[in-house]
């Protein structure tokens, strides 16, 4: 994934939707990168208790991305946009569930939430949520706030998986 880096000078003087958007996409990368050069066995592993591996961190990545900006949006059911009813649910796993395809489908839903977004401001509703409708830059922030701590996760489970390296190739 492509971005442009959160620390380049020219975002420090960006609108305020820039600068949102800039470290969403950063964010989004790190956490699609947190996979890189990693096997299959080595992306499901699990190393907690909780259903949270890898692979699983990617996929629930993208359930939100579909949340906040699909249902967010449009209004549609989480059956109909094709996303498990909970967010417990989002971080299992199928046979068919490789690198690549989770991979695959999370570049496609953050491309989608970024169209679904362009034409709107950040004070823009978003009418589709449980909690009512929501501005355009609260979404923005939940979904930062939520990716930062999911990047971290990646971050801890990686360096466990490699025995202590970090590096995502």
């Known amino acids: 994934m492509v971005f442009q880096p959160s620390t380049e000078p020219a975002v420090f003087h960006a609108t305020l939707r820039e600068q ?8 989004r990368s790190a956490l699609h990168d947190s996979l890189n050069g990693l096997t ?4 499901r592993r699990s190393l907690v208790r909780s259903k949270t591996t890898l692979l699983g961190l990617v996929k629930h990545a993208t359930f939100v ?15 109909e946009i094709g996303i498990p009813g909970s967010p417990d649910e989002s971080f299992d796993l199928h046979d068919d569930d ?8 999370y570049r496609q839903a953050c491309a989608a939430s970024r169209r679904a977004t362009a034409e709107l401001t950040l004070d823009d509703l978003l009418p589709g949520n449980r909690r009512g409708p929501l501005p355009l830059r609260w979404v923005y922030l939940h979904t ?7 990047c971290g996760h990646a971050d801890i489970l990686r360096e466990q998986v490699l025995g202590g390296t970090t590096s995502r190739g």
């Open 40 to 43: 299959e066995e080595q992306a």
């Open 144 to 150: 930062l706030r939520e990716l930062a701590q999911h």
């Open 98 to 105: 490789t690198v690549a395809s989770v991979q695959h489908a």
């Open 20 to 27: 949102f958007e800039t470290f969403l996409d950063e964010h």
């Open 65 to 79: 991305e579909k949340v906040w900006f699909d249902e967010g949006i449009t209004c549609r059911s989480r059956a």
